[in-house]
């Protein structure tokens, strides 16, 4: 895909999965390959976070200890937006309903230090038609400054 080739284009490793592959088997694999890269952590990030930025991500690399998780909640507190897991494979993704919480019980059931990353630009994902109303709403207000904006392809209400 062109997103593929953009981040291949600056250095990113990038895998592809098959179009109809399941979130949290998907991220296992995509985990045991980062881990044969001796990476020491491994950071999911949805595309589905309009206002994320590299602070964000910054943020929650510089919160990470070792034997860690980091993790941003949606606006509900109830799923999970991103989440940064140290070292991969420590725990598994628990995505879906309730994920939030699934996660953390996981972190300390492996012995690892859960740590939660509050960040405003993180808790809004783009999930149902509402999400876009408010998506449209933060942007127009200006909250977390200029954004580049784009035409969304269906309307909200």
């Not at 985990?31 to 964000?56: E, G």
């Not at 994920?99 to 059931?109: D, E, M, Q, T, V």
């Not at 993180?122 to 200006?142: K, M, N, V, W």
Request: glycine residues 8%.
């Amino acid at each position: 895909t062109k997103a593929l080739a953009i981040a291949r284009e600056i250095g990113a490793k990038t895998l592809q999965e098959g179009a109809m592959s399941n979130l949290n088997p998907a991220l296992m694999r995509a985990t045991l390959v980062v881990q044969s890269w001796r990476a020491d952590a491994v950071l999911v990030l949805p595309a589905d976070l309009p206002f994320v930025r590299s602070d964000d991500i910054g943020g929650m690399i510089g919160q990470a200890v070792d034997r860690s998780i980091v993790i941003a909640t949606d606006n509900a507190s109830d799923g999970t937006n991103a989440l940064l897991v140290r070292p991969p494979g420590a725990i598994e993704f628990q995505y879906g309903p309730g994920s939030f919480a699934r996660h953390i019980r996981s972190a300390n059931a492996a012995g690892l230090h859960a740590i939660t990353y509050e960040s405003d630009r993180l808790a809004l994902d783009i999930d149902l038609p509402e999400d876009l109303a408010t998506y449209q709403r933060i942007l127009a207000s200006g909250q977390f400054g200029h954004l580049p904006s784009f035409p969304l392809p269906c309307n909200a209400d």
